[in-house]
């Protein structure tokens, strides 16, 4: 195999406030047995840039998942304090603080299967700058089952390598520093979206987007305050959207008939390709219309009362890169009482 590109994983810590720190650590581990793996085809250590929000999560908390899964075994690890920053703020600044030539932005919530990190890692050279691997929803409990027939997230798909696309999700993929410095993910009001307009830019500017259907990672189901919280900010950006884009009036915008509508279809168009019993499939057409009412409600919130939508909501109006910390660089040795706590299971 090839000499692999040299890079530096961001992860955020947004998300791992709502699946919690043992998933974190599920994915780090799994991150940095891969990374191990891989370990005579880097030209130099890569390394592990954590940001999390330094007013809403404790130093310790990350330190521990940190330790926990492993990470200083494979990566020169930094940990950011981002005060204020939301999901994509996080993102930007981890890439700011960045040295290697290519950034992989990977979610605290995703658990990478086996062969992951090779497929992504093998993708770029000239002219294959921005890489995205696949990203579907868990399906080992009902509830996961039933969101991978009507959730946005696509299924689990075949190995069919690598393929252009146009668009990508944010939090699996592999972009060239430089060229991910020059766009970013703009600062908008919104809750999710912004990885939309980047890969509309992206593609105006010229730059080829590609997806590696052999880099797969799982992303949970929402638990209940999650699943609420979601539609009601996809209702609002679908709103909003439109006055802070150059997305046309009413674009994701659609009435509740005809998000049913939509619903139906999709899940109908993802069955061929499953295998789900009776009751799975109305369970998850029920999961779905009460998304789509969600939604809706959201819509209607952000219509009459924007500002209270997003105060609400946690929606940051202003612009979310703050003035950047000095990064702290975390070592094993610097820690010994957690690690020890750790090791013994207490």
């Known amino acids: 195999m090839r000499s692999l590109p040299n890079f530096s994983v961001v992860i955020e810590w947004e998300n791992a406030k709502l699946a919690g720190a043992e998933r974190a650590t599920r994915m780090l581990r799994e991150l940095v047995n891969q990374a191990s793996a891989l370990a005579d085809h880097f030209a130099k250590p890569p390394e592990l840039i954590v940001v999390y929000d330094g007013a809403a999560v404790p130093r310790e908390t990350v330190e521990a998942a940190i330790v926990a899964g492993g990470a200083e075994d494979a990566f020169e690890v930094r940990l950011h304090a981002a005060e204020g920053s939301d999901y994509y703020g996080q993102k930007n600044e981890g890439a700011q603080i960045a040295t290697r030539d290519y950034v992989l932005f990977l979610d605290s919530d995703i658990v990478p299967e086996a062969g992951w990190l090779q497929a992504l890692l093998g993708s770029p050279r000239p002219g294959v700058e921005v890489v995205a691997g696949s990203t579907y929803v868990e399906t080992d409990t009902a509830l ?181 910390n000095n990064p702290v660089i975390i070592r094993l040795d610097e820690l010994p009482d957690r690690k020890k706590a750790l090791q013994s299971g207490d």
């Open 144 to 324: 996961g089952r039933a969101f991978s027939l009507f959730w946005f997230f696509p299924l689990r798909g075949p190995s069919n390598g690598l393929r252009e696309t146009r668009a990508f999700f944010a939090n699996n993929v592999i972009i060239n520093r430089k060229l991910f410095l020059s766009h970013r993910f703009p600062d908008l009001p919104l809750y999710r979206g912004q990885c939309t307009v980047l890969c509309a830019k992206l593609l105006q500017s010229g730059v080829k987007l590609y997806l590696q259907t052999d880099a797969r990672v799982a992303h949970p189901p929402p638990n209940r305050k999650h699943f609420i919280h979601r539609a009601l900010c996809e209702g609002h950006d679908a709103i909003t959207a439109p006055q802070v884009t150059d997305q046309p009036a009413g674009a994701g915008g659609s009435d509740l008939p005809q998000q049913l509508a939509n619903l139906e279809a999709r899940v109908r168009s993802r069955l061929p390709h499953v295998s789900f019993e009776k009751q799975e499939v109305a369970t998850a057409m029920k999961l779905g219309q009460e998304y789509c009412r969600l939604r809706a409600a959201g819509q209607r919130w952000a219509t009459r009362s924007p500002e209270r939508a997003r105060q609400a909501l946690g929606i940051r109006p202003m612009p979310t890169s703050l003035p950047l």
